[in-house]
């Protein structure tokens, strides 16, 4: 009776990245056999199926054993637990193609709860997305478990992730929109908010963290409110709350309708084309009492989850349908803000307050408005 046994013997562990980044794709191992004579693999080396089949099976095997590692990267290299020995570099390839992200499948998975029952869903958002559910439950874990670790972590949540999950620190910023979004529960699944993609609220939640949070460099809070929070623990996850309720102050922009709208329209006359300037001027009520009334509800934890859908309703739609272009936008926004700060001269603290809101309120409607 004949018995035939593949046996490998080695010291240092060679990873070949192209199995690899199949095998984190989510592919079977026949699977990934199959795409890779596709390739032209076995012409390549002259090899036949089933040495590439063996191949790959012995591949799949490391990177099995591996896993659990890549779930806590920062403990296993620290304590030199990694079951195979191998180069800083390959270390670093297996954990930064581990915890990978594709944009449309965090897309789905934003602003949900990262429970069990929506992990169940994740063979809808596979089929809506082309992505494997392999790929779809390694992502949703992944993110899972850097939610639960930095959540309550004091400090930069960037800087958390790096270190933890040793990424880099483009990864390590979607991983920090993600949980900002999560920990904030803002609303993004609304049927308005469907035409924002994953790079649109990761801009808006990197401009909240930088701008808006409780670490951020530029505090306008109140005396007040910064005893109050002396002796908490600051987290960038955290939207400043002494700042959202000094931003009630900036409703005396109301009172200053008039001459709001006649710095805005001095500064415009000649800058947007007939229509649009004629359209700005007869709505300048309406867009600006949205961005005023906005400001001045956000300290209400309700108005803050719903703040997308509000700049969609309140600001968005309706510049839509008067066909102002991203450039119109921009240029308003570029006169309206400090037009603001113009009227607010006598009072620099709101004056900042009002700046610290409209740098994030602008960037975030240019970065929305898909026209």
């Known amino acids: 009776m004949e018995c035939s046994v593949d046996v490998f013997v080695g010291n240092s562990t060679i990873i070949d990245p192209e199995i690899y980044q199949l095998w984190v794709d989510g592919n079977s191992s026949h699977e990934a056999a199959d795409i890779l004579q596709q390739r032209g693999i076995l012409q390549q080396w002259g090899a036949n199926m089933d040495l590439l089949m063996s191949d790959v099976l012995d591949h799949y095997r490391t990177f099995h054993m591996l896993e659990k590692t890549l779930h806590t990267p920062l403990k296993s290299t620290a304590a030199g637990e990694w079951t195979f020995q191998m180069e800083a570099d390959t270390q670093q390839l297996?954990?930064?193609?581990?915890?990978?992200?594709?944009?449309v499948v965090v897309r789905e998975v934003l602003g949900k709860k990262?429970?069990?029952?929506?992990r169940k869903d994740l063979d809808e958002v596979s089929e809506k997305t082309a992505i494997s559910l392999r790929s779809c439950r390694r992502q949703f874990d992944n993110v899972k478990r850097i939610h639960k670790l930095v959540e309550e972590m004091p400090g930069h949540i960037v800087h958390n992730i790096q270190h933890n999950f040793l990424l880099s620190a483009e990864l390590s910023k979607k991983y920090a929109a993600v949980v900002f979004v999560a920990v904030n529960?803002?609303?993004?699944?609304?049927r308005k908010l469907q035409y924002?993609?994953?790079?649109?609220?990761?801009?808006?939640?990197h401009q909240m963290i930088v701008h808006w949070s409780s670490t951020a460099s530029c505090h306008a809070t109140?005396?007040?409110?910064?005893?109050?929070?002396?002796?908490?623990?600051?987290?960038?996850?955290?939207?400043d709350r002494g700042f959202l309720h000094d931003l009630r102050e900036v409703r005396i922009?109301?009172?200053?309708?008039?001459?709001?709208?006649?710095?805005?329209c001095s500064q415009l006359k000649g800058r947007l084309t007939d229509k649009i300037y004629a359209d700005m001027e007869s709505s300048f009520k309406t867009h600006s009492r949205s961005l005023v009334s906005l400001a001045g509800n956000l300290n209400r934890s309700r108005e803050l989850r719903s703040l997308f859908v509000d700049l969609v309703e309140r600001c968005v739609e309706p510049l839509r349908q008067a066909r102002w272009t991203s450039r119109d936008l921009r240029l308003f926004l570029d006169y309206y803000t400090p037009a603001g700060v113009q009227l607010f001269k006598s009072d620099s603290a709101t004056a900042l307050v009002w700046e610290?809101?409209?740098?994030?309120i602008s960037s975030c409607l240019v970065k929305i408005y898909h026209n």
Do not use: P
Request: include cysteine; glycine fraction near 2%.
């Open 356 to 360: 610290r809101y409209m740098k994030v």
């Open 114 to 118: 990262l429970s069990s029952r929506h």
């Open 222 to 239: 109140s005396v007040r409110n910064q005893l109050e929070t002396e002796t908490e623990i600051e987290t960038d996850l955290d939207v």
């Open 94 to 103: 297996l954990i930064e193609k581990y915890y990978e992200l594709d944009d």
């Open 185 to 190: 529960r803002f609303e993004t699944n609304k």
């Open 196 to 205: 924002l993609n994953f790079g649109d609220f990761y801009h808006c939640a």
């Open 253 to 264: 922009l109301l009172d200053k309708e008039k001459e709001h709208k006649h710095l805005v």
